[in-house]
Every structure is written in structure tokens, then in C-alpha cells.
């Protein structure tokens, strides 16, 4: 696709009930990252995927957090028994190259509220 | 462990002087620099980069930053603020190890008055 799509773009749900954010990253690139944006915070990295390699899961807040990216390119972002402090926008990005040195392109967020 | 700090939470500089936005990284080996801009109800986009090379590089929207080795920093510089330049920045870093993982900073709130 031309960018990196999101969806849901807004999510409200219960606390206590489990949510899957989904996001395309741009053709061809072989990294994705999800990073959440608390409001009035900086970007707080969750974990990134390259090519076929084991994913870094080292930013994943608590095991109510995980993560799958399918035939290398869709990846989904699963939050169980969620809670308010999980409120937030969920950033995917994607990059490409041999070194991923030309930027990230981000996705528009989902923007996940916990009630 | 990597990591980035920008000092200040927020600069106000006045329509057509310059301004910059500080950040300072901790890497092992050589880094990877990156700042991004958010603007208001927009996503985040790649502003500049810097990789090797020449310490000043140029980027989006006459923004530039200087790569300084030995104080580990990668201050956003601009010659003449705009107004329109008013958004969030955020400096990021990644290690040059082969691997993708990059850490942002806190963000700094740009604000630029007319």
C-alpha cells in the first residue's frame, strides 16, 4: 500500500476484555514496530519484528501484551484483560533497506480507550 | 542500553529567529540518529537522519542537526523559526549493531510565536 495502515482508528472497550489491533505496514518492508503514545508522553517502544528472525519483545509492558506478524507483513497486537492504564495510541511503523536506516514510516494509530 | 534525553519538555522562540531542540544519546559503538515531528492531529514523520559522515545533515522543511561525537548529542537546529514549524519532536536513536530496535525520546513541544 502507499503507507501504513491502522485499524481500528478508535477502540473503546471494557476494562477486563481483550482487544487485537491490526496494522499493514508498507510493501516490501521488513521491519515493524508498535510503540504506544500515552497522552502527554513520548513514544514508548512494545516490540519490532525483522523478516523472519525472533521478535525483540523487550518493551511489552506485562504477558497481558503480545504480539504476531503473519508471512511477514500483517501484524496483529493483542491485548488481554485490559486495564485503564492501557489507554492510549497504539503506533505501528515499518521500514525498509539493508540497515533500516531510512526512517520509519509510521501508521496513523489506534487510539484505544479502556473504560 | 540505549537510551535518549531531551532536556527540555518545551522551547517558545519568537517567528524568524533561530531555534534548536536538544538531544543527548547513550549507545554502544556507533549510533544511528533520527528526529521525527508530530504535528498536531497528524502522524509522526521522519524529519532527518544522521548515519556517517559529515556532522551537520539536512533534512525536511530547512531543518538540520549536528551530530557532536564526543558531547553525544543531535540538537535540531533551524536558521529561521516559522510558525507553521509548532509541533511535537522527538530525537531517537538506534545502535549500529544490526539490529532495529530504536528508543525515542520524551519529545520536545516546539512552540513558535508570531
Known amino acids: 500500500g502507499a503507507g501504513v495502515s491502522q485499524s481500528p482508528s478508535n477502540k473503546v472497550t471494557e476494562k477486563g476484555k481483550d482487544v487485537e489491533l491490526r496494522c499493514d505496514p508498507i510493501?516490501?518492508?521488513?521491519?515493524l514496530y508498535w510503540y504506544r503514545q500515552s497522552l502527554g508522553q513520548g513514544l514508548e517502544f512494545l516490540i519490532y519484528f525483522q523478516g523472519n528472525s525472533a521478535p525483540d519483545k523487550s518493551g511489552l509492558p506485562s504477558d497481558r501484551f503480545s504480539a504476531e506478524r503473519t508471512g511477514g507483513s500483517v501484524s496483529t497486537l493483542t491485548i488481554q484483560r485490559t486495564q485503564q492504564e492501557d489507554s492510549a495510541v497504539y503506533l505501528c511503523?515499518?521500514?525498509?533497506?539493508?540497515?533500516?536506516?531510512?526512517?520509519?514510516?509510521f501508521g496513523p494509530g489506534t487510539r484505544l480507550t479502556v473504560l | 542500553a540505549q537510551s535518549v534525553a531531551q532536556p527540555e519538555d518545551q522551547v517558545n522562540v519568537a517567528e524568524g529567529n533561530p531555534l534548536t531542540v536538544k538531544c543527548t544519546y547513550s549507545?554502544?559503538?556507533?549510533?544511528?540518529l533520527f528526529w521525527y515531528v508530530q504535528y498536531p492531529n497528524r502522524g509522526l514523520q521522519f524529519l532527518l537522519k544522521y548515519i556517517t559522515g559529515d556532522n551537520l545533515v539536512k533534512g525536511s522543511y530547512g531543518f538540520e542537526a549536528e551530530f557532536n561525537k564526543s558531547q553525544t548529542s543531535f540538537h535540531l537546529k533551524k536558521p529561521s523559526a516559522l510558525v507553521s514549524d509548532s509541533a511535537l519532536y522527538f530525537c531517537a536513536v538506534r545502535e549500529n549493531t544490526g539490529g532495529f530496535k530504536t528508543i525515542f525520546g520524551a519529545g520536545t513541544r516546539l512552540f513558535v510565536k508570531a
Open positions: 510493501s516490501g518492508h521488513t521491519a
Open positions: 511503523a515499518s521500514s525498509s533497506g539493508s540497515s533500516g536506516v531510512r526512517g520509519q514510516f
Open positions: 549507545v554502544s559503538g556507533n549510533p544511528y
